[in-house]
């Protein structure tokens, strides 16, 4: 993990509690990097978070500070969740939340994948 001021983040949020072994997750995949889980509460048939191991609030904390290695494993997870849950040929949509705006809950940088069923137009104007 990149060595970064970390005041920001919450080592309480749930995430982080699930990187530390303190609560059970469903795992998908996993490498040095990163962490790909079952969502709790799935909004579509497949849904998938990848996280890095590393604590970064969101994804322009990562961007700024995480290293390069960091961002090609997640970047290359993403992908490979999408190979083993076999939803890469029909097609999938990747979402990061971030901040208030972004409705982002758990303040530790993840993504979602979504597919395994029509995930639906972009984002409504509701
Ligand atoms: P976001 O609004 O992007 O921060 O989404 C947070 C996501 O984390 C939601 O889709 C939740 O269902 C999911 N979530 C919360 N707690 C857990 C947990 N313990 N295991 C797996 N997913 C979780």
């Known amino acids: 993990m990149a060595d970064h001021d970390q005041t920001a983040y919450d080592d309480q949020n749930v995430f982080a509690r699930i990187l530390r072994g303190e609560i ?6 996993e490498d040095e990097h990163t962490l790909a889980f079952a969502d709790i509460n799935p909004a579509r048939a497949v849904h998938v978070l990848v996280i890095p191991k590393g604590a970064y609030v969101d994804w322009r904390d990562f961007a700024a500070n995480a290293v390069a290695e960091e961002q090609a494993a997640f970047t290359r997870m993403i992908a490979h969740v999408a190979e083993v849950t076999g939803i890469a040929e029909t097609g999938f949509r990747v979402i990061s939340n971030i901040g208030v705006n972004g409705h982002q809950e758990v303040p530790h940088l993840h993504m979602h994948v979504l ?3 029509p995930v639906g137009r972009m984002v409504d104007r509701g």
């Open 115 to 117: 597919g395994g069923e």
């Open 24 to 29: 059970p997750c469903n795992k998908v995949a």
